[in-house]
């Protein structure tokens, strides 16, 4: 162990010089956030922002960490999505033929924790960070420092808990060179699913398992950070026209989910560092002569089903901004939705239970928890049925962002509807752990939340950098999405009513053909995924230059929102300064 302190060293100490050079290029002690982003020099010294990486290092710019939080969601998806293609080509076959059984646990626990923690909140927050000080009127967030900060602990906590197999890749690395470094081989990836269930979590001896520990908690550190940041800037960056009543529709989809936050994460922090001194401590939370591993569910879950609406309201909110732009109309229901959107954060507290109804709780207590997740179904149809009311004799065009959008509700019709079947104690019972939990929940995370995802992204796309996509493509991602999803998750939908139970490398033969049709449909899907970044890639590159900022005509039904309208004067500056 002793041999490694030197190595340490060298790194840590590399870690510290870049930070220092990095502040003193940046000398951020003497220059103030400026309202147009850039910096204004407190003292008179230079007064633009660094250019180049010393840029991207230093920026405390909501525009410039906005983006970085975006292109760190969509490289932490492509890695999930490279476990999920993993996960899939193993189940592909009956046996346990591609994979061992531990990388196949291995890969699932990964994909979870990298899609949940590290794709899906930093690609709303990244949008959040861009979007809503433009949106809301202000010059940037309500603490820019504080804004860079929450998005800097994010690689590192990526690293710690994907640990693991990057430690493995670097001491094979420095193995063909002759170095072994023994230290590099001693973590392997975990295998605790995402859920991190006592007392197996408790008692797996891999070290990794406190990094995974550690690097989440870290994650979450960042989410409130970020969501403090949502919060105050709302309530106290809004311009003068911006009151509560004509606030948009994401900004309050986001306020929402930052109220969540609020609550959830701190239970989540806590019970990861109850888990690590239970594991290294002697400490006895969720042993079975302490509080029990139940416990550990109660304090995951009550985290966890939150969780999932943290992740689905922003996703809503972007449905809701963005189908009634073409839909020709206005969002029906506006004020429907923003209280259904707040019912959905207050009772999103009181149903984790659904979860456990199978660990042989009290009947009484089981079934109060039924009443509220049914009860949660409702401000969800409310939300469905405003969408559909305001596609209902609109002028629909099909865009990339509204097939999306459309998508994104057939999918969560899917994805609410066989939560409704869940939420029902009888029926949970039967489907309890099995790949009907798998289908439900990702015909909506897949479904609506990427989608929503990809909707924003060939939305804001002109905004963001200036140039067009080509149409065509983002079209067919869109069809093909649509039909991907539903070839993937149907299948194991059907799966989990004949009883096939979820986290297993190897099942009966009888399943097969199921899972090949789930395996072709991810394909589909993955062909999607690759247009989608070929396209935006080319088309950041080479596409057609964007000279009218109305670039999906707004205007005709009033819809030329905000930001459109600060667009445009970006554009009008662009050109002046170009003369
Ligand atoms: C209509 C509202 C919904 C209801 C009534 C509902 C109900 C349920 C129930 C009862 C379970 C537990 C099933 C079991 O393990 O036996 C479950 C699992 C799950 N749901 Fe939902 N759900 C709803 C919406 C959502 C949404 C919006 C999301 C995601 C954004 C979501 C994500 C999940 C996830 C991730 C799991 C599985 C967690 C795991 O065991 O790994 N659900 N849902
Ligand atoms: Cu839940």
Same mark, same amino acid.
């Given at each position: 162990m002793f041999t490694e302190i030197p190595g340490l060293l060298v790194v840590t100490w590399a870690l510290l010089g870049l930070a220092i050079y990095a502040g003193y290029r940046q000398n951020w002690q003497l220059r103030s956030v400026a309202a147009d982003g850039g910096y204004l020099s407190g003292l008179g010294f230079e007064s633009e922002k660094p250019t180049g990486l010393f840029r991207w290092l230093t920026t405390v710019d909501h525009k410039d960490i906005g983006v970085l939080y975006i292109v760190f969601a969509t490289g932490a998806a492509l890695w999930g999505g490279t476990d999920a293609m993993m996960i899939r080509t193993e189940l592909f076959?009956?046996?346990?033929?591609?994979?061992s059984p531990d990388t196949y646990n291995a890969l699932f626990t990964a994909h979870g924790f990298t899609m949940l923690f590290f794709f899906a909140t930093p690609a709303f927050t990244g949008l959040a960070n861009y979007f809503i000080p433009i949106l809301v009127g202000?010059?940037?967030?309500?603490f820019p420092r504080i804004n860079a900060i929450a998005f800097w602990l994010l690689p590192p906590s990526l690293l710690l808990v994907r640990g693991g197999l990057v430690t493995e890749v670097l001491g094979k690395m420095l193995a063909t060179v002759g170095v072994r470094w023994e230290l590099l081989f001693s973590l392997k990836p975990p295998t605790?699913?995402?859920? =991190?269930?006592t007392p197996h979590s408790a008692l797996l001896a891999n070290p990794q398992v406190d990094l995974v520990l550690l690097g989440l908690h870290l994650s979450g550190l960042a989410t409130v950070m970020a969501a403090i940041n949502i919060i105050v800037t709302i309530f106290t960056?809004? #311009?003068?026209?911006?009151?509560w009543a004509n606030l948009d529709i994401f900004s309050w989809t986001l306020l929402t989910t930052s109220g969540i936050i609020l609550f959830a994460f701190p239970v989540l922090g806590s019970s990861l560092l109850m888990l690590v001194a239970d594991r290294? @401590?002697?400490? $006895? +939370? @969720?042993?079975v002569e302490g509080g029990g591993p139940i416990l550990w569910q109660h304090l995951f879950w009550f985290f966890g089903h939150p969780e999932v609406y943290i992740l689905v309201l922003p996703a809503f909110g972007l449905v809701s901004l963005i189908l009634p732009k073409f839909a020709g109309?206005? =969002? +029906?229901g506006f004020k429907f939705i923003v209280y259904s959107t707040l019912a959905i954060g207050v009772l999103? +507290? #009181?149903?984790?239970?659904h979860h456990m +109804?199978?660990? #042989?709780?009290d009947p009484r207590l089981r079934a109060s928890f039924m009443a509220v997740s049914l009860a949660i179904a409702i401000p969800s149809a409310v939300k469905t049925f405003n969408w559909m009311a305001t596609l209902w004799g609109g002028n629909v065009r099909w865009a990339a962002p509204q097939i999306f959008c459309v998508g994104g509700i057939m999918t969560f019709i899917v994805g609410g509807v066989t939560g409704v079947f869940l939420a029902s104690i009888p029926v949970d019972l039967v489907l309890?752990? $099995?790949y009907y939990v798998v289908g439900h929940f990702h015909f909506i995370v897949m479904g609506v939340i990427t989608f929503a995802a990809f909707a924003a992204s060939y939305y804001w796309f002109p905004l963001l950098t200036g140039r067009m996509f080509n149409r065509r493509l983002g079209r067919i991602h869109g069809y093909l999405s649509i039909v991907g999803v539903f070839v993937t998750f149907m299948p194991l939908i059907l799966i989990g009513y004949g009883g096939l139970p979820r986290r297993f490398a190897s099942y009966p033969a009888a399943f097969e053909p199921l899972q090949q049709i789930s395996s072709f449909g991810a394909v589909i899907i993955g062909v999607g995924v690759v247009i989608w970044l070929t396209n935006l890639v080319q088309s950041y590159r080479l596409g057609p230059i964007v000279t009218d900022a109305d670039v999906w005509n707004l205007r005709e039904s009033g819809q030329f929102s905000r930001e459109w309208q600060w667009f445009e004067t970006q554009l009008e500056e662009r050109t002046k300064f170009r003369r």
């Open positions: 076959t009956a046996g346990t033929d591609v994979w202000a010059d940037d967030m309500a605790t699913g995402w859920t =991190l269930y960056e809004r #311009g003068e026209q911006i009151t290294n @401590f002697g400490t $006895t +939370f @969720f042993a109309r206005k =969002l +029906f999103s +507290f #009181g149903v984790w239970a +109804f199978a660990t #042989g709780m309890h752990d $099995t």
